[in-house]
């Protein structure tokens, strides 16, 4: 089980399967690298595949209180942009750590011009490394992403800041019976999804790294609350991919719809009748996609 000691001594755990063309996978809110098991037992036939704990996720570690709310946030115009636009600036810098973390292993396993996949939440992740190391990423993938998870005046695709609100104080109240219930409404009713894979699922999902620290998971919360990465989406320069199911009620399809609108070189993929984790409910046709991607040079 490989662990990585990171400049500032969190010891970073990752998951490492394959030879080939490098793909690193990052997982969403509250969840970790073990969700992505169907990915490296598939993808790691033609592929190097990575998956890898957030720090405080899984089985990587943070230390005392959450250190992300005192460490200075990482440059964002390090190695220079591709369009030269800046991000907007995070008000904690949780997401900047989070790439920061994930340069420093790339740099440790000597990985260059890798396919990034973000989900849901690591969407402000992967955009984050790509404009802070453009050098490194050769493709996008994002999977039921979004560049704003809180609705606005002229951004209807997000969730309501009164929804947000009253998860935050479930699970202040009762943390570990509200997470569960909340990811749980990844997969809808909707979605038909045979009762033997659906257990399955559940098990990569809710196992014995899961759930972070509560204090982990409303950080993390509270960042997404007011990141915003909209006005840097016409600056992506590399292929992305975005995948997205039609019945996604967590970030919602007009996200992964307006994200292909503004990334100029991009391709969306609608599965219809899926929800918000495709890769784990349609890990077939997910793979078939990313590895069609991964192999052609450019987007269509």
């Not at 996008?140 to 969730?159: D, M, N, R, V």
């Not at 998971?217 to 997404?224: D, E, G, I, K, R």
């Not at 009748?273 to 077939?284: M, S, V």
């Amino acid at each position: 089980m490989p662990f990585f000691k990171t400049n500032d001594g969190i010891n970073l755990h990752y998951r490492i399967a394959g030879k080939g063309k490098p793909i690193i996978f990052i997982h969403g809110w509250a969840m970790n690298s073990y969700v992505w098991k169907y990915q490296l037992d598939e993808l790691s036939r033609n592929f190097q595949v990575i998956a890898v704990d957030l720090r405080g996720h899984g089985k990587s570690e943070f230390h005392g209180s959450w250190v992300m709310e005192t460490t200075p946030s990482v440059p964002l115009n390090k190695g220079g942009f591709k369009g030269g636009c800046p991000l907007a600036p995070c008000p904690l810098p949780l997401f900047d750590t989070f790439a920061q973390d994930l340069k420093e292993l790339t740099d440790f396993l000597n990985i260059k011009e890798f396919i990034l996949v973000g989900w849901s939440m690591a969407s402000f992740i992967i955009v984050r490394y790509y404009f802070n190391y453009p050098e490194d990423v050769d493709k996008l993938i994002f999977i039921s992403g979004t560049p704003k998870f809180l609705s606005e005046a002229g951004y209807t695709h997000g969730q309501s800041k009164i929804m947000v609100k009253r998860l935050e104080q479930n699970l202040k109240r009762d943390y570990k019976n509200h997470i569960k219930e909340f990811c749980n409404k990844f997969f809808l009713s909707g979605e038909k999804i045979d009762g033997k894979r659906l257990t399955e699922i559940k098990r990569l999902m809710f196992n014995e790294d899961f759930p972070p620290q509560i204090d982990v998971t409303l950080q993390t919360l509270n960042a997404l609350l007011k990141d915003d990465i909209r006005d840097n989406l016409k600056h992506i320069r590399v292929p992305a991919l975005i995948i997205h199911g039609s019945i996604d009620k967590i970030c919602p399809v007009g996200a992964g719809k307006y994200m292909a609108r503004y990334i100029q070189n991009s391709r969306i993929v609608i599965l219809k009748g899926i929800g918000h984790a495709p890769f784990l409910t349609q890990p077939e046709r997910v793979n078939k996609e990313i590895k069609d991607f991964c192999h052609n040079s450019a987007t269509n």
